[in-house]
């Protein structure tokens, strides 16, 4: 099932900042039950500082331990990262340990996350590209419009 998946302030009535992450996942249930394992294995409150304060894109000692204990790979930190060179890091502890307390990025968060997720069976899918375009190519005889919206 192709659902959005939220980071921000979904629901507008913060800040209203928000972006939304086209994913596949089997149920909804499937990604209750991961953060129901993930917080007892991390403590109920487990997710508030997970880059939930405002103006405060970082996330605690917990987060980091559960991301280290579940093996999450340094290439994402890299990859995401973009305030830290961590050119030649081999381990999430070893960047710890030359920056304790990076400020993340968004991506970086929003793969982390689901990350920690599937490790806990969320079983979400990234880069859905699959879903097809309804156009006269796919569908013969549908007809499109907007054509003319789009000229200088």
């Known amino acids: 099932m192709l659902v959005y998946l939220p980071f921000g302030d ?18 909804g249930q499937d990604l209750l039950e991961a953060e129901k394992a993930i917080k ?3 403590g109920d409150d487990f997710f ?15 987060c980091w331990q559960a991301l280290s204990d579940n093996r ?4 994402l930190l890299r990859l995401y990262d973009d305030k830290n060179d961590w050119s030649g890091i081999t381990s999430i502890e070893e960047a710890r340990s030359i920056d304790p307390n990076p400020r993340l990025g968004i991506e970086f968060i929003k793969h982390a996350f689901i990350w920690l997720l599937n490790c806990y069976g969320a079983n979400i899918i990234l880069g859905v590209s699959d ?13 499109t419009v907007g054509y003319g919206c789009f000229c200088d």
């Open 10 to 27: 979904w629901s507008g009535d913060g800040h209203g900042q928000c972006e939304n992450m086209l994913v596949d996942i089997n149920s």
């Open 40 to 42: 007892a294995e991390y």
């Open 48 to 62: 508030e500082s997970f880059a939930n304060g405002y103006e405060e894109p970082t996330i605690s000692n917990k």
């Open 72 to 75: 999450m790979p340094v290439s």
């Open 131 to 143: 879903i097809p375009q309804i156009n006269n190519w796919t569908c013969p005889g549908f007809e």
